[in-house]
T-cell receptor, first 114, second 114 residues
Framework: GNSVTQMEGPVTLSEEAFLTINCTYT??????LFWYVQYPGEGLQLLLK?????DKGSNKGFEATYRKETTSFHLEKGSVQVSDSAVYFC?????????????FGQGTTLQVKP | KAGVTQTPRYLIKTRGQQVTLSCSPI?????VSWYQQTPGQGLQFLFE???????NKGNFPGRFSGRQFSNSRSEMNVSTLELGDSALYLC?????????????FGPGTRLTVT
């Protein structure tokens, strides 16, 4: 099945700093790719997605581009806020069949200091 | 539209007991997946149900089981609880569970086994 590797955290940044969280994947074909965010004490929220190569997903100032050449889907934000402090997960479907099994990276904790 | 709801939110059980967790998906969603989240293992897929049938299963022992009802609501059951079953159990729903469709997560049930 497919797999995903995510940069380890924690990542500590000052407010308004630039954020990059690396995510690389191994997959059969070109599956959709996702970034989820988990705020303290909550479940996961879909942050953004990309469904095909060269697609750019964006939401709340976050962006990620589906790069098939480098098999990457790095998450970026130009200016982080304290409210962005959370755990971020890169994810993709386990296989190419039509099922709901997602494979998640290990998660990257982001802490933004004022 | 109401989101995914999970009940109960918190649960404390004793080793050897059994527990049932409930998940109500977003209206119109027919796929429900369950995940276990622990600090050591991260997010691990338990199983997926679609139209009352288990469509996919993760690598968990038979003590973990689930079912889905005709209204798409799902339950998971863990029998003979072990200390290692302490975790956040997340339910996610999707329209069909296909690889292009994102999953929407509930807030989770925090299970503590003592």
């Amino acid at each position: 099945g497919n797999s995903v590797t995510q940069m380890e955290g924690p990542v500590t940044l000052s407010e308004e700093a630039f954020l990059t969280i690396n995510c690389t994947y191994t997959a059969t074909g070109y599956p959709s790719l996702f970034w989820y965010v988990q705020y303290p004490g909550e479940g996961l929220q879909l942050l953004l997605k990309a469904t095909k190569a060269d697609d750019k997903g964006s939401n709340k100032g976050f962006e990620a581009t589906y790069r098939k050449e480098t098999t990457s889907f790095h998450l970026e934000k130009g200016s982080v806020q304290v409210s962005d402090s959370a755990v971020y997960f890169c994810a993709l479907p386990y296989g190419s069949s039509n099922t709901g099994k997602l494979i998640f990276g290990q998660g990257t904790t982001l802490q933004v200091k004022p | 539209k109401a989101g995914v709801t999970q009940t109960p939110r918190y649960l404390i059980k004793t080793r050897g007991q059994q527990v049932t967790l409930s998940c109500s998906p977003i209206s119109g969603h027919r796929s429900v997946s369950w995940y276990q989240q622990t600090p050591g293992q991260g997010l691990q897929f338990l199983f997926e149900y679609f139209s009352e049938t288990q469509r996919n299963k993760g690598n968990f022992p038979g003590r973990f089981s689930g079912r889905q009802f005709s209204n798409s609501r799902s339950e998971m059951n863990v029998s003979t609880l072990e200390l290692g079953d302490s975790a956040l159990y997340l339910c996610a729903s999707s329209i069909t569970g296909g690889t292009s469709y994102e999953q929407y997560f509930g807030p989770g049930t925090r299970l503590t086994v003592t």
